[in-house]
């Protein structure tokens, strides 16, 4: 059975996190250890770390992974952007290793005009830079598919092989799919054939064994509009039939699945982390789930 959870705010402390997400009947999280706007940051005390363990001992939710910083972009056309995202990438994985979280999710990066080729080499410039200076630490950094909006990389699986191919630590990259960003980026998974063929070609290109998390997210937007938007599981333009295929595959099955869905509540008051679960549990379960749409 796959491991169900969500992204979790740290408002008030890291420990807040696993109590919302234990309220919200998560088995697994993802956090932000840092404002995720924000360059600066405070170090990681013994006392935060202290409370974020106890946490997780009383409420038995794992910590799955860490999400990096929106200002991180190791595909900048700026040196000084780059290196200050190779220092932010590094405390990233720093502060997950504090915290005994495997996994720190990051977004490929933007060319910003300069052309795929020159990103790609970039990103895998920077992750050699950052894995050299974190030899020591086990945490695994986890390439992110997304939508392809603006100059966005990493929207082919293609994309992926070639950073990790360019890596002179394989070892420590794997990938998150994102249901809504491979949607966004043309990729077909509505109905059991489109979801074959795109898992298949993934395993060809990438190798389903570097599949180490999903993001499980519906879109707002149309197949191949390149543009990221999430909504609500069954409210968008994937549709539960196709996370009902995720769900039940079992290539998938050992897998944690986060939703990253709007933090809202349903118009009776209900908080849609709860809903958007109940519905992903169901669709596990084998039950038929009407879309809202």
């Known amino acids: 059975m796959p491991l169900l959870g969500a992204h979790m705010s740290v408002s008030g402390g890291l420990e807040r996190a696993l109590l919302r997400g234990s309220r919200c009947g998560c088995q697994v999280i993802q956090i932000f250890t840092r404002n995720?706007?924000?360059?600066?940051?405070?170090?990681?005390?013994?006392k935060e770390?202290?409370?974020?363990q106890q946490a997780r001992a009383e409420t038995s939710i794992v910590p799955v992974a860490v999400h990096d910083s929106y200002l991180i972009n190791l595909a900048s056309s700026r040196n000084d952007r780059r290196k200050r995202s190779t220092e932010a990438l590094q405390d990233e994985l720093m502060r997950a290793h504090a915290l005994d979280i495997p996994y720190v999710v990051i977004h490929p990066g933007a060319h910003l005009g300069d052309g795929e080729t020159k990103g790609i080499e970039r990103v895998s410039e920077g992750l050699n830079r950052v894995f050299d200076l974190t030899s020591r630490l086990a945490v695994r950094i986890l390439l992110e598919?997304?939508?392809g909006q603006g100059t966005s990389l990493g929207y082919r699986f293609e994309q992926l092989a070639e950073i990790i191919q360019r890596s002179a630590h394989q070892e420590r990259l794997g990938v998150c799919l994102d249901t809504c960003h491979i949607f966004a980026a043309g990729y077909d998974v509505r109905d059991r054939r489109g979801f074959e063929r795109v898992m298949r070609h993934f395993d060809a290109v990438i190798g389903l064994n570097r599949l180490k998390l999903i993001h499980i997210n519906d879109s707002k937007r149309k197949l191949g509009s390149r543009v990221d938007?999430?909504?609500?599981?069954g409210q968008g333009l994937l549709g539960t039939t196709a996370f009902s295929f995720f769900l039940r595959s079992p290539l998938l099955k050992d897998l944690p699945f986060l939703l990253e869905t709007p933090k809202e509540t349903d118009p009776t008051g209900k908080d849609m982390d709860v809903v958007n679960l109940s519905i992903l549990r169901q669709l596990t379960e084998g039950h038929t789930i009407h879309d809202c749409i």
């Open 36 to 46: 995720p706007s924000q360059w600066v940051c405070s170090e990681l005390v013994p």
């Open 49 to 52: 770390i202290d409370a974020f």
């Open 145 to 147: 598919t997304t939508a």
């Open 229 to 233: 938007r999430h909504e609500h599981i």
